[in-house]
């Protein structure tokens, strides 16, 4: 029995999603090169994952041109949110604090990203 596909994008999709935060639009050959840069893969394997994408809605093709060009249908920032959440109700039974505690744990934080951390946090403590 096939597995039901997921709203989340899988690890390669993400990358290729990566791929086209930076560069924007951009054709199979464009990502694949962008992709080749950290692991080697191939041409068709990018364009089966992107015609894939595309069916999730994670990814858009604009078939007016030739070759296709492809774009994010996601933001960077949607994405994210929707995997940490995803994360926190899973893994840490919903609790924001568990999830910030661990990930400080498993690799702390530089100053710099401490600062923007306390920054938020005042932030949020202004609204409630």
Known sequence: ??????????????????ALWRRGPSTVAEVRAELDQKHAVGYTTVLKLLQIMVE????RRDEARWPHVYRAAVTEEATQKRLVRDLMDRAFGGSAADLVL??????????????????????TGETT
Do not use: F, Q, V, Y
């Open 56 to 59: 999730k809605g994670l990814a």
């Open 1 to 18: 029995m096939a597995r039901p596909r997921s709203e989340h994008p899988t690890n390669a999709e993400l990358a290729i999603l990566r």
């Open 102 to 123: 661990r990930a400080l744990a498993a690799k702390p934080a530089s100053a710099e990203e401490l600062e923007e951390i306390r920054e938020l946090l005042d932030r």
